[in-house]
């Protein structure tokens, strides 16, 4: 079972196609958060400033295919590429422990588990094989990380 949740960078771009899902087991969670500004929006924030993000969407518009944070585990769905479009994704985390985010398209699959202690992002090329793109990410540590995602197509 999930649910959809809106993506967490702001930007009015990233509203085209991409959808975020939550797992049931992590929602439960996140409900019981105050309305206030919690540790992992802050996190996630501090991932998001590592990419550049949302500075990337006014200097990149055409080449940048999705962009944001994560919840964890969770998914953002892009069926708006298509098979053999060639990408650059770059990830970012921040906080203690570390995150594992995985690319898949079609038959085509890469994961990087990335060290959240380091400040530094991360960045893969990767070629769709299928008509969708998913950007997963997944973490033993979920309450002390942030995420944020870039993918870019590549010229």
Same mark, same amino acid.
């Given at each position: 079972?999930? =649910?959809?949740?809106?993506? $967490?960078?702001?930007?009015?771009? %990233?509203?085209?196609?991409?959808?975020? *899902?939550?797992?049931?087991?992590?929602?439960?969670?996140?409900?019981? @958060?105050?309305?206030?500004?919690? /540790?992992?929006? %802050?996190? !996630? &924030?501090?991932?998001?400033?590592?990419? /550049?993000?949302?500075?990337?969407?006014?200097?990149? %518009?055409?080449? +940048? #295919?999705?962009? /944001?944070?994560?919840? +964890?585990? =969770?998914?953002?769905? !892009?069926?708006?590429?298509?098979?053999?479009?060639?990408? *650059?994704? &770059? #990830?970012? $985390?921040?906080?203690? /422990?570390?995150?594992?985010?995985?690319?898949?398209?079609?038959?085509?699959?890469?994961? @990087?588990? #990335?060290? $959240?202690? @380091?400040?530094?992002?991360? =960045?893969? !090329?990767?070629?769709?094989?299928?008509?969708?793109?998913?950007?997963?990410?997944?973490?033993? !540590?979920?309450?002390?990380?942030?995420?944020?995602?870039?993918?870019?197509?590549?010229?």
């Amino acid at each position: 079972m999930t =649910g959809v949740t809106s993506a $967490c960078s702001g930007s009015s771009a %990233e509203s085209k196609a991409p959808q975020q *899902r939550k797992t049931a087991s992590s929602s439960a969670s996140s409900a019981a @958060q105050p309305a206030s500004r919690s /540790g992992r929006e %802050e996190l !996630d &924030e501090e991932a998001r400033r590592l990419l /550049g993000i949302p500075d990337r969407w006014e200097a990149d %518009e055409k080449g +940048l #295919v999705s962009s /944001g944070s994560l919840a +964890l585990p =969770g998914e953002n769905l !892009d069926e708006t590429v298509e098979p053999g479009t060639a990408l *650059r994704v &770059e #990830v970012a $985390c921040a906080g203690e /422990g570390t995150v594992t985010f995985t690319v898949v398209s079609g038959t085509a699959k890469t994961a @990087q588990r #990335v060290d $959240c202690t @380091q400040p530094m992002t991360n =960045g893969f !090329d990767f070629t769709t094989a299928g008509s969708s793109l998913a950007i997963q990410a997944d973490s033993p !540590d979920e309450q002390e990380v942030g995420t944020a995602y870039v993918v870019s197509r590549t010229t």
